[in-house]
């Protein structure tokens, strides 16, 4: 459990990491600074727990600002005050647990025990077996990104060969769903995410449509009220239950950088940002390329794909090339045709129009992310649950 502990009090934060020191399941980063100093999360560098001592008003004040904005973190809080209603006003802010100041070492130490505790109880099993966990994101709205997202996880999933799982993470407004299959899911995210306490592979798998050979959905929520209430702790842990149960796991993570998109983006063994050769796509493309050096993704996790490319554009992919400063590209044509035929049908493309330029284009790039799979029957290990679920 990653730790931050933020006191104004110098000496109580050396008495506290002192305490701490002998437990090696919390690592420890500590501020000597008041909360209002400090922005405790910047760079993608989360913790899991903040520890903050609020020795005063303005500082619990800053310290309900940083809970609202990052309702993913918890917060255990350090304050003198004592009184029911400041008590519910920091619940309210999301604290999870208030330590009446003064704090000796030794109760801190407990407190800490203690979240380390549920956040055990809370956090997913280690998966048995590990599917790769593909994050399709949009640079700008309309990229394309959701046509890429259900037509990639149609053909890595080859007809069967393999499992393939499509996520939309789109808790809004999400369609993806509606890419591959015209049935009413049976269940959504953030109803996963309700019961995330019974999450297991059968949990899962009732929750999702199967569209095709191999390939199941997890539709987003009809309704967008229903988002607000969907944790990136809840997140996690449908995606490890995801990726125990397929080889792949794409998520449709849409345009929007939040916890929860940013919760996706760290898990994804790959993420293809899409876009378009225009400049507000380049413009954006250019802010998602510097956000995903400020989190230190390394260069190879991104795969750039420019979608609806024409030759004869304004801009040219050494034009992105060089604007971006990246060296790998990938390009899928416009086919105005054949992308609106499969997405009125709610068809994948691939298979309504094969020998379109789009169709081949998306299985080469499908190709290149997993090269394809021997015609062998499914493996061993995907076997028994869903394979006897799907017969
Ligand atoms: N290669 C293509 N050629 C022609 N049309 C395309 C192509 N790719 C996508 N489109 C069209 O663009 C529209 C928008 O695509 P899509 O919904 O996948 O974008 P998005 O990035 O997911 O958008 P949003 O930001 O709304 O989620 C689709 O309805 C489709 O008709
Ligand atoms: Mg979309």
Redesign the pocket.
């Known amino acids: 459990m990653r730790v931050k502990l933020i006191t104004p009090d110098s000496a109580h934060a050396r008495a506290w990491a002192q305490a701490l020191q002998g437990e090696s399941a919390i690592v420890l980063t500590t501020l000597e600074q008041s909360v209002r100093e400090v922005n405790a999360i910047v760079n993608g560098n989360r913790p899991d727990l903040l520890v903050v001592e609020t020795p005063g008003p303005e500082d619990f004040l800053a310290l309900e600002q940083l809970a609202f904005a990052h309702p993913e973190v918890d917060i255990l809080l350090i304050a003198p005050d004592r009184d029911p209603e400041f008590l519910l006003r920091a619940m309210r802010a999301g604290v999870r647990e208030v330590l009446p100041a003064p704090v000796s070492p030794e109760a801190l130490l407990a407190a800490l025990r203690r979240q380390l505790r549920k956040q055990a109880g809370a956090a997913p099993q280690p998966a048995a077996s590990h599917g790769k966990l593909l994050a399709v994101v949009?640079c700008k709205?309309?990229?394309?990104?959701?046509?890429?997202a259900a037509n990639l996880a149609h053909l890595l999933a080859a007809g069967g060969r393999r499992r393939v799982a499509l996520i939309d993470m789109?808790l809004q407004?999400g369609?993806a769903a509606l890419?591959l299959s015209s049935q009413t899911p049976p269940s959504h995210v953030a109803d996963v995410a309700r019961n995330i306490a019974r999450l297991d592979a059968e949990l899962l798998r009732s929750a999702m449509s199967e569209v095709g050979p191999g390939l199941w959905v997890l539709a987003a929520p009809d309704d967008p009220a229903q988002a607000t209430d969907v944790t990136p702790l809840q997140v996690c842990a449908i995606l490890q239950q995801a990726q125990e149960s397929f080889d792949y796991v794409v998520v449709?993570v849409?345009?929007s950088l939040t916890a929860l998109s940013l919760q996706v983006l760290d898990l994804a063994d790959q993420v293809l940002a899409?876009l378009q050769l225009t400049l507000p796509f380049i413009r954006d493309g250019k802010r998602l390329r510097e956000v995903f050096r400020s989190l230190d993704y390394p260069a190879d996790k991104i795969h750039w794909v420019v979608?609806?490319y024409q030759k004869d554009g304004q801009f040219s992919i050494e034009d992105l090339k060089r604007t971006l400063d990246i060296s790998r590209v990938s390009t899928?044509?416009?086919?105005?045709a054949a992308?609106?035929a499969a997405?009125n049908q709610g068809l994948p493309v691939n298979t309504i129009a094969p020998s379109s330029s789009?169709a081949r284009a998306l299985r080469e790039l499908s190709d290149r992310i997993a090269p394809p799979p021997a015609a062998a029957a499914p493996r061993g290990w995907l076997g028994g649950l869903f394979r006897g679920a799907s017969a």
């Open positions: 949009s709205g309309g990229s394309g990104a959701t046509f890429v789109n407004f369609d890419f449709d849409g345009r899409v979608n609806r899928l044509p416009n086919h105005y992308v609106a997405v789009i």
